[in-house]
């Protein structure tokens, strides 16, 4: 499943990296691809919505 979440929390390549590695260590099979410029985090991934949502607000981010 696809999930796009919008996350504008993200400001540099270190937040990027922050998100990514977050999502990834919880979902090791997810593909994860982020566009800083439009803060669009893509996931594909059999996790919910809702557990990535988690996973991304638990590393101090903020998904609108
Ligand atoms: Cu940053």
Do not use: W, Y
Not at 21 to 27: R, S, Y
Request: hydrophobic share 40%; with cysteine; net charge negative.
């Amino acid at each position: 499943m696809m999930i796009n979440l919008k996350v504008p929390s993200m400001v540099c390549n270190g937040c990027v990296t922050t998100v990514k590695d977050a999502i990834v260590t919880h979902e090791p099979n997810a593909i994860v691809d982020i566009d800083l410029d439009s803060k669009q985090v893509t996931v594909d991934t059999e996790a919910s919505e809702a557990s990535i949502k988690q996973v991304i607000t638990a590393v101090g981010h903020t998904v609108e």
